[in-house]
Structure formats: C-alpha cells, structure tokens
C-alpha cells in the first residue's frame, strides 16, 4: 500500500521527485563528472573554497567573495551532487524544446539552409534585446565557428542550448 500512495503523492505534486528521471544516464555521468571537477576538497560538497579553486584552476582569480556566497546561495543548502543536479534541472526547465528554437532561427533563415551568415548574426546578438558583450560574441564563435564561407549552423547551437552538450560527431 506505501508504493501506492508515494506514487499518489508524486502525482498530486507534479511529477516524480526523482531529478536522475530527468536526464539521460550519459547527461548524470557528465554532469557528475563536472560535479568532481568542481569539488576540489573531494569531500562531496561544492562549498564557495571549491567555487574560488575552479576558477582559478580556470585561470579566474580576481571572483570576489560576494560573487561566490551568491552562487552558494543559490542551492537551499548544501551543494551535494543531488542538489547540483536539481540546480540544473531547474534551470534547464525553463529552456524551450529544440524544435521551438530552431523553429525560431529558420525565421531567419528564409531559404532553409540551416544556416545563418555570422555577420548577421553577431549583429543580432549585439543590438537586440538582451545584447551580448564582444567578449560573449568571441566565447559564441569558440563555441560555434562558422564554416568557411562564414555561415553558423544554428541546428548545433540548437542543440547545445537544449542537451547541453554537443552531439557527438560520427
């Protein structure tokens, strides 16, 4: 009778409480493997000493402390690898399917090529709405150069936005 109304509970609240049912295995394993990486002390806690470590592992050293305890902050208490889970589950909760985004760019992309000029697009992203910074527009081309005749593929960002990762190439 207890797995009846757990699962009764479960429902009325929304869903499964289960933050691993929201990713993939290979999404935890990667996520657990950036969770290691970032809990430097490896005491199963990523505590703002471990944030301050990252970022200078990262060549990062001028973070200031209110920076940190914010980041910190966000969690409703310790960061252990459950909650670092819940934290991106929740973020990426709000993301848009893929198919809405890429449905999005080929208003751009009037002759259905799944790509957009990179001249046009740095433009977009550096004028509009939430305006990205020149060093946001290098970060973006690192991410996501453009082909030799200077086109995005806007199907990768796409992805990447929605999965996190990018696809792996066969």
């Known amino acids: ?19 691993f049912s929201m990713f993939e295995q290979s999404q935890i394993q990667e996520y657990k493997e950036a969770f290691t ?22 060549g990062s050293l001028n973070v200031k402390n209110e920076e940190l305890e914010a980041m910190v902050k966000e969690a409703n208490g310790p960061i252990n690898f459950t909650v670092f ?9 709000g993301a848009d399917p893929e198919d809405v985004i890429i449905a999005a760019f080929k208003v751009l992309d ?13 433009e977009l992203l550096t004028t509009q709405c939430d305006r990205f910074s020149p060093e946001e527009m290098k970060n973006f081309f690192t991410a996501f150069p453009p082909d030799v005749a200077g086109n995005v593929d806007y199907k990768s960002v796409c992805y990447v936005i929605t999965h996190g990762e990018e696809k792996d190439q066969e």
Do not use: C, H, W, Y
């Open 37 to 58: 990486v970032i809990d430097q002390n490896r005491d199963g806690i990523i505590s703002k000493d471990d944030l301050r470590d990252t970022f200078a592992a990262m």
């Open 110 to 122: 009037p002759e259905g090529k799944g790509t957009i000029k990179k001249e046009f697009l740095q």
């Open 85 to 93: 889970l819940t934290m991106f589950g929740e973020k990426l909760k």
């Open 1 to 19: 009778m207890a797995p009846k109304k757990a699962k009764r509970r479960q429902a009325a609240e929304g869903g499964s409480s289960n933050v």
